[in-house]
């Protein structure tokens, strides 16, 4: 049992060790760090010190028969019980994932909390890196990760998983933009594209807009429309917060959403993404998604010199890593094209060569 220490200010003090902490120093070595719960009391007397350490040892008791129910939970049952706990956090698309990822720990699922080690969990990323994404994987593996460390916090798993791979993003062009705007207009997908393309709203943004939501030319994005974990569509605050912004859009957009006969555009997310692909391909316009809506506005303002911080704000992005390869996409555009343009000069160099050539006596 933890002994009570007298402060200098004559409360007495009882620290308990909690857990510990991993920290990765300079040398790259994970090194574990101690951490402890601190009891405090104010009466000096030696009653004040009995009950600090009363404390102390109220809570080593409660955290030692925590820890004892934890390292009996299998794997399955400590996944079930780390999403319940966090399902009043989590968003509801965030919780239908961890739910279907939840299906595919067959391997881990009967393993005791307590059983499972590094080489365990690395096994198991192994015999799926061959068959999914890096991305899932990785997804799968943070959710293991966060799991175990809430139920067995002293694991170090230091897992080897597989390198990422660039997403090669499909950006619309300006001609593309133009034909699916010419298809789509007199439709019920031309003001959904419209705010995808002009105020780089998501679909579910879209789908949760109403008319209270504009003031002059500038919209309020504060809803999202998402499935929840019984799969109904229901409206909830962004997920993020750089989410909750404010967007300028053109007037004609606004005039557009005005002139609707319902208060939004009245279709879920699912019904956005069909109708957009049967746009597409009445257009005859080469497939790509209706986010890249997004990417191409993202991509425009960059190029008319607005800066970034901006064009982060106006998208409800909250880092500038995909911005990062929106411009990669633009920069390998321009890239082929004076490529081209150097091509040609030295073609049509090399033909006056041969010309002149032919000219000599």
Known sequence: MATAKKLPSGSWRCLVFSH???ITGKDGN?????VYESFTCDDPSPAGKRRCEAMAAEYADKKEQSNLSSYKLTFREAVDAYIVERSQILSPASIRKYRSMQKEFSMLDDYKIRDINKKIVQQYINSISG???PKTVRDRHGLITAVLKRYNPDIIL????????????SIPSE?????????ASGTEMEVPIYLGAFGMMRRGEISALKKSDFKN????VSKTMVLSPDNKWIVKAPKSYAGDRFVPVPQFVVDAFMALPNDGVNMTPNIITSRFEHVLNNAGIEHF????????????QHALGIPDAYIMQAGGWGDDRVLKDVYRHTFEESEKKMGNIAINYFDSMQHEMQHDIKKTP
Do not use: C, G, M, Q
Not at 175 to 183: F, G, P, T
Not at 217 to 220: E, G, K, P
């Open 158 to 169: 230091n897992t080897t998983l597989p390198k990422k791979k660039r997403i090669e993003r």
């Open 20 to 22: 510990y902490e991993y």
């Open 30 to 34: 994970v090194k574990k760090k101690r």
């Open 175 to 183: 001609s593309d933009i133009k034909a699916l705007i010419s298809a």
């Open 131 to 133: 068959s999914l994404s």
């Open 217 to 220: 030319n500038v919209i309020h």
């Open 289 to 300: 998604r209706f986010h890249d809506l997004r990417h191409y506005s993202a991509s425009i």
